[in-house]
């Protein structure tokens, strides 16, 4: 069965499920599904009975697709996302972003939670993704091009909208909370990075470093949506200074940096 098939049965079981067409979508990162008690929930689907859907392996990812109301907006949300680090091919881990847009989506809003290279920035704060690195293994869009979705050789000089930018950071003002901007780059997993790492993705020029969000804004720039994605920082990755990683302590931060996540996912949905 060829992939085209497999993107149009799962869009076709979710539209025979009662989801109409939608225009925005959320993928909500780790420590991130707070957001979903301010949705006017209509519909929810386990993942594991949409076909092709792989079916989410981290324990708090919950795993669920998500139709409903936010801010008065039909909304998509990803209750959980999928990651190369699970034993997923880049293909996999796009494949709903590939569903998406036979639903209608033309706007993304993607969470992550990711630690801070630049050590200007402070655990629980938010970073606005400006642009990204890709150094996972690999592209979604290696291997015969989906002329349906999108060109050959798409265009990447501004992969998250500079609109939608403008908008979050007079969100953040208006909110009276801080938010900064910077480079995301995604890192294989699941280990965590070595200090040598760290040292030489500073070089690099990123400011924050995590394991998902590039692949999907990749085939969301394919298919010609509008993006706009958010980091939520967990932790200092200061290789002078580094500390063992303790998970708890990640999803703590995250929870707390989660109250702004929604008060400017709200917003921008309300607002696109």
Same mark, same amino acid.
């Given at each position: 069965?060829?992939?085209? @098939? ?8 979710? #539209? ?19 957001? $979903? ?10 993942? @594991? ?12 990812? %919950? ?29 996999? $881990? ?12 033309? /706007? ?13 920035? @402070? ?15 690999? /592209? ?13 050789? =798409?265009?990447?000089? #501004? ?31 699941? %280990?965590?990075?070595? #200090? ?6 500073? $070089? ?7 394991? %998902?969000?590039? =692949? ?13 994605? $958010? ?12 500390? =063992? ?21 709200? #917003? ?5």
């Amino acid at each position: 069965m060829t992939l085209e @098939k497999k993107i149009e049965q799962a869009a076709e079981f979710i #539209r025979q499920a009662g989801v109409n067409e939608v225009k925005t979508a959320i993928i909500l990162g780790t420590g991130l599904g707070k957001m $979903v008690k301010h949705i006017d929930v209509e519909i929810e689907i386990p993942y @594991k009975e949409i076909p092709h859907f792989p079916e989410s392996t981290v324990e708090f990812h %919950s795993g669920k697709l998500i139709y409903g109301k936010l801010e008065g907006k039909e909304v998509l949300v990803m209750n959980g996302r999928f990651h190369f680090y699970e034993g997923y091919s880049l293909q996999e $881990v796009t494949f709903p972003v590939r569903v998406m847009k036979l639903l209608g989506v033309e /706007n993304l809003l993607v969470s992550n939670a990711a630690g801070a290279i630049n050590l200007d920035l @402070k655990p629980a704060s938010l970073m606005i993704i400006d642009d990204h690195i890709n150094m996972l293994p690999g /592209n979604p869009l290696v291997g015969r091009n989906l002329k349906d979705f999108g060109p050959r050789f =798409p265009d990447m000089s #501004r992969p998250y909208n500079p609109g939608f930018i403008e908008k979050m950071q007079t969100i953040a003002a208006e909110e009276g909370f801080e938010i900064a901007k910077g480079v995301y780059v995604a890192w294989i997993g699941p %280990s965590l990075e070595t #200090r040598a790492e760290y040292r030489l993705i500073k $070089v690099m020029g990123a400011d924050v470093v995590g394991m %998902s969000t590039v =692949p999907e804004v990749i085939v969301a720039n394919h298919q010609g949506m509008k993006v706009a994605a $958010v980091s939520v920082v967990t932790d200092l990755c200061d290789p002078d200074n580094l500390e =063992p990683v303790v998970i708890e302590k990640i999803l703590t931060n995250a929870a707390i940096a989660e109250k702004n996540l929604v008060k400017l996912f709200r #917003r921008l949905a309300a607002e696109i």
